[in-house]
């Protein structure tokens, strides 16, 4: 995952997919073999979150959006089954916020609607993770973030 976050911060989009996509590949394959492990179904939300991050970037939006709502899914489950999770928590408040970038991105009405939508809920759990004195110092600007999300596309 990071080292396709950092092929794509870099400008080698083509390795960067490469290596998302093995890496999800991988994870997929740990996870099918074992459902019910917590920890592989984690890491297969991490690994569709980062190709939708390489996505993004490739200008392949839509195809971001997909893998976002896919992580995002998977993170709500990992939520439901280990609440109190704020590592999980912080993952999902992070993924809804690529997903609202991502949409907003997109334009449109309905998608700067879905946009909103995820804004709101991302703000909402780093509100519920702050409030609970868990909010890691490199995530301190996610809420003012998704609050500014919301009035970007709010405004519309």
């Known amino acids: 995952g990071n080292s396709a976050?950092?092929?794509a911060?870099?400008?080698s989009l083509t390795d960067a997919m490469a290596k998302s996509n093995d890496a999800l590949a991988i994870c997929k394959r740990i996870y099918e073999a074992d459902p019910e492990n917590y920890l592989a179904e984690s890491e297969?939300?991490?690994?569709?979150?980062?190709?939708?991050?390489?996505?993004?970037?490739?200008?392949?939006?839509?195809?971001?959006?997909?893998?976002?709502i896919t992580a995002v899914n998977l993170r709500?489950?990992?939520?439901?089954?280990?609440?109190?999770?704020?590592?999980?928590?912080?993952?999902?408040?992070?993924?809804?916020?690529?997903?609202?970038?991502?949409?907003?991105?997109?334009?449109?009405v309905q998608n700067l609607t879905a946009a909103e939508k995820a804004y709101r809920e991302s703000l909402s759990l780093w509100k519920e993770i702050e409030a609970a004195g868990?909010?890691?110092?490199?995530?301190?600007?996610?809420?003012?973030?998704a609050a500014e999300g919301i009035h970007r596309t709010a405004a519309r």
């Open 5 to 7: 976050r950092l092929l």
């Open 9 to 11: 911060a870099t400008g």
């Open 44 to 68: 297969l939300a991490g690994a569709f979150e980062t190709r939708g991050e390489v996505l993004a970037k490739a200008g392949r939006p839509r195809e971001a959006v997909s893998d976002f």
């Open 76 to 108: 709500r489950k990992l939520t439901e089954r280990k609440n109190g999770d704020n590592y999980n928590l912080s993952n999902l408040a992070e993924t809804l916020l690529n997903l609202g970038k991502t949409y907003e991105d997109l334009g449109g």
């Open 134 to 145: 868990l909010l890691p110092r490199y995530y301190a600007n996610r809420p003012a973030l």
